[in-house]
């Protein structure tokens, strides 16, 4: 079985903002005042493929407040 090719590799700097849905609910709720998902700017310390699950990559992110965050490919960026 042939795996994707990752776009980030361990060491890469990255920002990274999560896709909740509670920014849809919010939205409906007050169309006005949308607040923007918090990004996090961190480095690639490890990278997983979950093919069954998510069907892409999963990568730990060490954020610069010291907290480890794990984010899927389409959810951060190259620095």
Do not use: W
Request: overall charge negative; aromatic content about 20%; charged content about 25%.
């Amino acid at each position: 079985m042939a795996t994707k090719k990752q776009n980030f590799k361990i060491g890469d700097l990255v920002v990274g903002a999560y896709d909740f849905m509670e920014y849809l609910y919010y939205k409906s709720l007050y169309p006005d005042d949308v607040p923007e998902p918090p990004t996090y700017v961190g480095v690639v310390t490890h990278v997983d493929y979950q093919p069954y699950y998510f069907g892409e990559f999963i990568y730990a992110v060490l954020c610069i407040d010291g907290l480890t965050r794990y984010f899927l490919e389409d959810e951060i960026a190259k620095l």
